[in-house]
């Protein structure tokens, strides 16, 4: 069982937003600013779109934004595109033994 | 632009052994700590490794401690994952990645390679 707790999915309709959430089962995982977010399409690799709990590498559209509170990260994907159809997956550091947790994915249909 | 592209995958029987390269171009190798991810068919992602730009730092997730060995070789620019004593449950899609800031260790992974398969079965 992951360290970190996704839905498996979530849905919006073009244009519209849908926030993501991503707990920690303790603050170890959750009680730190190393929070990141992956997008992957179906076949292919992970991609890096929010790191840090709120930054966005470079090329990142700023319709993808993250935020946190206590043990739970989210992230919000605004003015929903086709394009976002794919997994999403949360990440973590864990401060008690330095290592990275990944939750267990959501699946963003765009319908 | 960075790339990372693996080979070595394949199929191969319980108790095998197989070794993964990821050859990388477009940045300075030997600046990064690597990693290696994985993804059985159909679920998430679980990282298994890590290595030091200085290759000092080592680790492991548990499941696979004892049986892979990373390692990189700065002057061909490629790491590497030695995996022995194969079992089904490693059978996944093998990702190298690096992390996301030149010398430190910060479990974000900014560049991915495309993948290796490594089926595990008789």
Redesign the interface.
Known sequence: Q?ALTQPPSASGSPGQSVTISCSAASSDVGGNG?V?W?QQHPGK????II??IKKR?SGVPDRFSGSKSGNTASLTVSGLQGEDEADY?C?S?TARN????????TKLTVL | QAQLVESGGGLVKPGGSLRLSCSSSGFTFSEYYMNWIRQAPGK????ISCISSTSRYI?Y?DSVKGRFTISRDDAKNTLYLQMNGLRADDTAIY?CARD?QRYY??????V????ALVTVSS
């Open positions: 992951s190393y990141s992956y690799a992970p991609k890096l790191y840090e590498p997956y990440s550091f330095n290592r990275v947790v990944f939750g267990g994915g | 998430g992602l679980e990282w680790d997730t990702y996301g260790d910060t479990k974000r992974f900014d991915w390679g495309q993948g």
